[in-house]
């Protein structure tokens, strides 16, 4: 076996030759503190750190004074929730909204804060993993301070009305808060005409580094600091930047930017290439998430017999790194709590199997992983110890 496909994009992407190269100079050559600006190394840092900024700002429509380099993705959600909790917790307001199936960055955020006193309501959603609008409406309180609702969803895929929500959100006088990790450089992204005020983003999942992320502020928006320390990012997160990982950022959203829509066209028809071939080769399968409205790259099926862990046993020996929906990576045997938000059953959800597909990938490629699938499905049900387990297919 000496193929290798790596189909587990959602998780991480492989840093693009052009992001390593921006970034070496400044391990070798600009390593200078950008908080020192009495030489040029230091001024060298700084430069590079606000072109990033400001390339980072130009692909979503934020003025660049409102992006705040983090450490990723969750930081940013932590941020978000927290500063804004905290920034709160006097003025009589206390009460935030989200779903059932955002990150565990928003999720466990939100327990922690009710642990503050803070009160959340979690929202519904259909078997698509759509929110309802209306059900959004008849949450708001008087006390509600916060929406979070993530901008695609990280398992499923599933893109949420995120200009409608931020419409509700602005009319009601509420911070809108949207975890756009999976998002950035998949879907269209302008904070001014989708009214948010919070985004959360992450340079791994767009070909950049790991330990690099951004939160977009919009101005006037009432947040507490995250870090307190030294001046660094006008003093609302302190400590000495990241520099080369701030330029690789930039550089991966300045990728994402000029190939924006050949990029999507291209992942969206290996996508559904790899749709169409498991529909089509293996029965009793679901898939996860909604049928059109979703990210370009996801691909997340439900296996009826079998389990999901078993099935990736059995692709990485075929060279196919994919993921679960279930919390196999944690030893859990719970499911995913994003599968079961959308009813599925706990044996069906714990068959799910995510692709998420990158321009590496060819249509030769696509239909190797669907043929080897159908071996692996047919080889497990044929000795599926759980085929015949009725209360693991009930809901």
């Keep these: 076996m000496s193929r290798k496909l790596y189909l587990d994009n959602a998780a991480t992407t492989r840093v693009r030759k052009e992001v390593l190269d921006a970034m070496q100079k400044y391990f070798e050559e600009y390593y200078g503190n950008p908080s020192s600006q009495l030489y040029e190394l230091g001024r060298k840092s700084k430069e590079a750190v606000e072109n990033s900024r400001k390339t980072v700002a130009d692909f979503i ?8 380099f983090t450490g990723g993705g969750s930081e940013s959600d932590n941020w978000a929730l927290k500063g804004i909790a905290f920034a709160n917790f006097n003025k009589g307001k206390n009460h ?16 922690y804060l009710e642990k503050f006193g803070i009160e959340t309501t979690y929202l519904n959603v259909d078997k698509y993993g759509m929110i309802d609008l209306e059900e959004l409406k008849k949450a708001i309180r008087p006390e509600t301070m916060l929406i979070s609702v993530m901008f695609a969803n990280n398992e499923i895929g599933t893109i949420q009305p ?14 809108f808060h949207v975890d756009a990790v999976q998002a950035l450089g998949s879907v269209k992204i302008d904070v001014k005409k989708q009214h948010i005020d ?8 767009i070909g950049g580094p790991k330990g690099i992320g951004g939160m977009f502020i919009r101005k006037g928006v009432k947040i507490d600091n995250f870090i307190h320390g030294g001046a660094q990012e006008r003093g609302r997160r302190a400590g000495t930047e990241g520099v080369q990982n701030i330029v690789g950022f930039g550089k991966a959203v300045d990728i994402a930017n000029k190939n924006f829509d050949s990029h999507v066209k291209k992942l969206s028809a290996l996508r559904d290439r790899l749709i169409t071939g498991i529909k089509n080769n293996i029965p009793d399968v679901i898939l996860n998430g909604h049928p059109t409205n979703r990210l370009p790259n996801n691909v997340n099926f439900s296996y009826k017999y ?3 862990e078993s099935i990736l046993l059995l692709l990485d020996m075929d060279g196919i790194a994919a993921s679960s929906g279930s919390a196999c990576t944690s030893g859990s045997l719970d499911p995913s709590h994003v599968l079961l938000a959308t009813g599925l059953d706990h044996g069906t959800a714990h068959g799910s199997i995510r692709f998420t597909v990158s321009e590496d990938i060819t249509e030769e490629d696509i239909d190797f992983v669907v043929d080897t699938m159908k071996k692996i499905i047919e080889r497990l049900r044929a000795m599926s110890p759980i085929k015949n387990d009725s209360d693991l297919y009930k809901k």
């Design 306 to 308: 079998v389990e999901g």
């Design 96 to 111: 935030i909204i989200t779903t059932k199936i955002e990150h565990h960055a928003v999720l466990h955020t939100c327990e």
């Design 61 to 68: 429509n934020a003025d660049e004074k409102e992006i705040y």
């Design 162 to 175: 995120i200009e409608q929500i931020g419409e509700i959100a602005k009319k009601n006088g509420i911070v």
């Design 198 to 205: 919070l985004l959360s983003m992450s340079a791994h999942k």
